[in-house]
């Protein structure tokens, strides 16, 4: 079975402009979160995605959205990127609505704002 | 507010040796408590669940143990070699029923030396 996917693996931006990120869970998964990761903050979360519909979201400002499809890849977007929006952004889907709720994290995408 | 943390940033033991590694939490009631391996430049990967009822649970050289007394799972690698270097995550999972999201701790980057 292959794992989650995410694209781009690597990207820069400059500060200002806006970016997406895509997320493509495992076959059969139907929720995904998305976390962004520092080395100051650590593995934050982001939002939570099932059927299409945010179930939860993390404290981050509204520039961070996202969204689900019916196939159930989801993509982020951030808006007027800030420099310290660099971090590496990893999806992670899991089979919601079993008693173990293991997250299955892609490779993620390291961003960069300069 | 919800806090989890892992009590040493980073640890280097000698090979062959247990190495231990904990996590506090405070203000949480977690269903679950897992514990993840990240590598440099890749997402966590799920090692091991314990849930709130269980003391131990154990996989191979692995062992956690979760004490919701104390608010504190401990991690256990016994005879340590150096492919165990890895930053370990743990992370609190209050069940799929539940709307609140899985909050990691910032991870403790373990070293083994030959």
């Known amino acids: 079975k292959a794992g989650v996917t995410q694209t781009p693996r690597y990207l820069i931006k400059t500060r200002g402009q806006q970016v997406t990120l895509s997320c493509s869970p495992i076959?059969?998964?139907?929720?995904v979160s998305w976390y962004q990761q520092t080395p100051g903050q650590g593995l934050q979360f982001l939002f939570e995605?099932?059927?299409?519909?945010?179930?939860n979201k993390g404290n981050f400002p509204g520039r961070f959205s996202g969204r689900q499809f019916s196939n159930s890849r989801s993509e982020m977007n951030v808006s007027t990127l800030e420099l310290g929006d660099s971090a590496l952004y990893l999806c992670?889907?899991?089979?919601?609505?079993?008693?173990?709720?293991?997250?299955?994290f892609g490779p993620g995408t390291r961003l960069t704002v300069l | 507010s919800q806090k989890i943390e892992q009590n040493s940033e980073a640890l280097n033991i000698q090979e062959g040796k247990t190495a231990t590694l904990t996590c506090n939490y405070t203000n949480y009631s977690p269903a679950y408590l897992q514990w993840y391996r990240q590598d440099p430049g890749r997402g966590p990967v799920f090692l091991l669940l314990i849930r709130e009822n269980e003391k131990e649970k154990r996989k191979e050289r692995l062992k956690v143990t979760f004490d919701t007394t104390l608010k504190q799972s401990l991690f256990h690698i016994t005879a340590s070699q150096p492919a165990d270097s890895a930053t370990y995550l743990c992370?609190?999972?209050?069940?799929?029923?539940?709307?609140?999201?899985?909050?990691f701790g910032s991870g403790t980057r373990l070293s083994i030396r030959p």
């Open positions: 995605y099932f059927s299409e519909t945010q179930r």
């Open positions: 992370a609190l999972d209050a069940g799929y029923s539940s709307a609140s999201k899985i909050i």
């Open positions: 992670a889907s899991s089979l919601f609505g079993t008693e173990i709720n293991e997250q299955f």
């Open positions: 076959s059969g998964h139907r929720s």
